[in-house]
Structure formats: C-alpha cells, structure tokens
C-alpha cells in the first residue's frame, strides 16, 4: 500500500530535550516537506526537499533542522524543543514540486512542556 | 504577500443538501490551486489539483472551479453526505522559483442527519 508513514504519533518531551520524528515514504517520491499546523493559522511549510542531499527551508524553518540522506526518509530534528513547537506536524510527499499530487503522513501531535 | 482566503469559515448543511466553498488568492505569479479535504486529526487528502489553464474539474461529488483572471476559485460539494463533515483547505503555489505553498485556513464543514 502507497503509503507515507511518521514515528511517534504522539510525543509529549520537555524544553530542550533533542528529538527526531521520522518520516518515510513507499512511493519512490523525490520531493518531500514537512509542515506545522496550528490552530487559526492553517498549514505552514518548514522545510521541503527535492531530491536526496537537496533541502532547502520553508515558511517557518527556526528550530528544526532536517537531512535527506535516502530518497525514502526525511526525519525532522528538533534540536532543543520550546513550547511553541507545541503543534500538530505532517510529513508529505509527491513526485514534485508543482502539479503533482501529494501525499500526507497521519500527524505527529508534538507537546513539549 | 502572498495570501489564501477562505470563506466561510464554517459551514453547516443538511444532509443531501448542496453546498460552495470559496477561496480568493492574491499568490503570484501563480502555477496551481489544490483542494484538500481533512478529516480531524488526519492528514490532508487531495481533491482536485488545477492549473492556470483549467477552469473545472471534478472529482465524484466534488467540483472545483478557476478563475484565474479574479483569482478565485470555489468547491462544490454535491448531495452532501455525513461523511463529507471535514476541514476543506484551499492551496496555491506560485511559479515564481519558490516552492512554498500557501495554505488557507480551511472552511470547516458539518453535514448533520
């Protein structure tokens, strides 16, 4: 099954305490992103990714880092979590950038306290 | 700036009823316009995806219409269904080298029995 799939579902951490979510894909897609969403203010991007060793940053890249370093993962790190990365975050996928359709993780519910 | 709106905000129908989502744009210069439609708690899913030269497009009960010269674009649902409850998200991406999507904050839709 066509698939994109994000580990842990639900993180609950505290401030400054590293973590990682991971994020992969099944369907051989070259570009990736990952986005926040929180209440009233809809989806924002935070970073995106063209291909493997290609990233570059989206709407709201301060705090989290990411690596590309397989065409099929695209992990988002936060290196010192603040509580307003307290957020609902989802993984995508596509064959591109443009016109292609893309494809949505189920969610990582993230609360760092 | 580049920004998505999306009105109303919120929505409720009767079962079996139709219904119309708008969307107004001001992203330039413009390359796409996607509807998505998200259950609670869960990812995104594409409805229709549409490009400057497209002005309709359908997808089961789901229509999407374009207009690009006013930038604005609808979503009709068509005898609603419980099912169809959901947040529907307007998103337009530009042609202009950035690959960030813009996302509006969604029109939330209840169908009631």
């Known amino acids: 099954e066509a698939q994109v799939t994000q580990n842990p579902r639900y993180l609950i951490t505290v401030t400054g305490k590293k973590l990682t979510v991971t994020c992969s894909q099944n369907?051989?897609?070259?570009?990736m992103s990952w986005y926040r969403q929180d209440p009233g203010l809809g989806l924002r991007q935070i970073y995106y990714?063209?291909?493997?060793?290609?990233?570059d940053k989206g709407d709201v890249p301060e705090g989290y880092k990411v690596s590309r370093k397989e065409k099929r993962n695209f992990p988002l790190i936060l290196e010192s979590p603040s509580p307003n990365q307290t957020s609902l975050y989802f993984c995508?996928?596509?064959?591109?950038?443009?016109?292609?359709?893309?494809?949505f993780g189920p969610g990582t519910r993230l609360t760092v306290t | 700036k580049n920004q998505v709106e999306q009105s109303p905000q919120s929505l409720i129908i009767l079962e079996g009823k139709n219904c119309t989502l708008q969307?107004?744009?001001?992203?330039?210069?413009?390359?796409?316009l996607r509807w998505y439609k998200q259950d609670t708690g869960r990812g995104p899913v594409s409805l229709t995806i549409?490009?400057?030269?497209?002005n309709t497009k359908s997808n089961g009960r789901y229509t999407a219409t374009l207009d690009a010269d006013t930038k604005q674009s609808s979503l009709h649902i068509t005898a609603s269904q419980l099912s169809d409850s959901a947040s529907y998200i307007c998103?337009?991406?530009?042609?202009?080298?950035?690959?960030?999507?813009?996302f509006g904050r969604g029109t939330s839709l209840i169908v009631h029995p």
């Open positions: 995508a996928s596509s064959l591109g950038p443009a016109i292609y359709e893309q494809y």
């Open positions: 369907m051989n897609h070259e570009y």
């Open positions: 990714s063209m291909n493997v060793e290609v990233t």
């Open positions: 969307c107004n744009y001001t992203v330039s210069p413009f390359s796409n």
């Open positions: 549409m490009t400057f030269s497209e």
């Open positions: 998103v337009v991406s530009s042609s202009g080298g950035s690959y960030i999507p813009t």
